[in-house]
């Protein structure tokens, strides 16, 4: 019988330093994004493209390559975020002005696709295919905030009082509607259960970090900053909001989940309010960890 280890199940050093590795751009752009700018500036043009494909590292340090399939998806993991950089540096030289080129919404609609259909999923054990959302929000990262330098996503890790508050508030307004709405539809089922302080604040952070954060940075912080650039506020935030909904289509069900899209649905245009309020990323993902994090504890 194959030990944990060798199935995977038990985190490596080596997975700990390559998700470290994942982490480590997300952190950057959080809490330096100005000094981590300036740094990219000052590349070679050449440079700053290829420089994304480092991220491909992570994949080599857990999988470990031996084989051709293995090989290939590697050469993916540094494919596909220089022609990320490559392709919002162009939007970049076309649309000096912001006012959101094809390019951006070619590239947000290739990342969120491989995300919401799992696409690079395969490349990864399945209980570590987070890699590949991390790698793949990383190159957004990069090329939204240093190469396209794309301005009013309001991400910042260093979170203000009033994030709090605005996030808070949006929490309190969609919690009573997706509750009476979501058990009206069989949605949510309550779990009369008392878990440890410990256990609600992990689940707090984790989500937050790893689903609420890269969630709310793709569909507030880059789509909405750019339709509303296009559509103006209200068109932005309902299309926002369906399309939130919509990529939550396949989420724990085999078909089509038109209860999880409603209520998603729903919840992204209380997330896309916390974000505009202040075009802060991390106010909308505060209510965006509040209600996953509920809903996971007492309402799943």
């Known amino acids: ?22 982490l480590f751009p997300l952190l950057l752009g959080g809490f330096v994004p100005k000094t981590v700018a300036r740094i990219v500036e000052r590349l070679p043009p050449i440079i700053r493209i290829v420089a994304p494909g480092l991220l491909c590292i992570p994949y080599a340090m857990v999988v470990r390559p031996r084989d051709l399939v293995h090989l290939g998806w590697l050469l993916l993991y540094a494919v596909v975020p220089i022609a990320i950089a ?31 259909l799992r696409w690079l999923e395969r490349a990864w054990p399945a209980h570590l295919a987070i890699f590949s959302k991390m790698i793949l929000l990383d190159a957004g990262i990069y090329g939204f905030l240093f190469i396209r330098q794309l301005d009013g996503v309001g991400f910042d890790l260093l979170l203000r009082r009033r994030d709090v508050a605005t996030g808070v508030r949006e929490f309190v307004w969609y919690t009573p509607i997706a509750v009476l709405l979501g058990l009206w539809l069989r949605f949510l089922h309550v779990h009369a259960v008392v878990p440890r302080v410990s256990t609600v604040l992990f689940a707090y952070v984790f989500t937050f970090l790893f689903i609420a954060i890269p969630e709310e940075l793709f569909f507030r912080g880059w789509l909405q900053n750019l339709l509303e650039r296009r559509l103006g506020r209200w068109p932005a ?6 399309l939130f909904g919509l990529s939550h289509f396949n989420k724990r069900a085999v078909h089509f989940n038109w209860r999880y899209v409603v209520l998603a649905t729903i919840a992204g245009f209380f997330y896309g309010r916390a974000w505009r309020a202040e075009r802060r990323v991390g106010a909308s993902a505060i209510t965006h960890a509040c ?6 504890q007492w309402l799943r």
């Open 237 to 242: 935030l309902l299309l926002t909001s369906v």
């Open 291 to 296: 209600v996953d994090t509920i809903w996971s």
């Open 86 to 116: 490559w392709m919002l540096w162009q939007a970049k030289l076309a649309d000096r002005t912001q006012r959101g080129n094809w390019r951006d919404f070619l590239v947000l609609t290739s990342l969120g696709l491989a995300v919401d």
């Open 1 to 22: 019988m194959p030990s944990l280890n060798a199935l995977g199940l038990v985190p490596t050093p080596t997975m700990w330093i390559a998700a470290a590795l994942t």
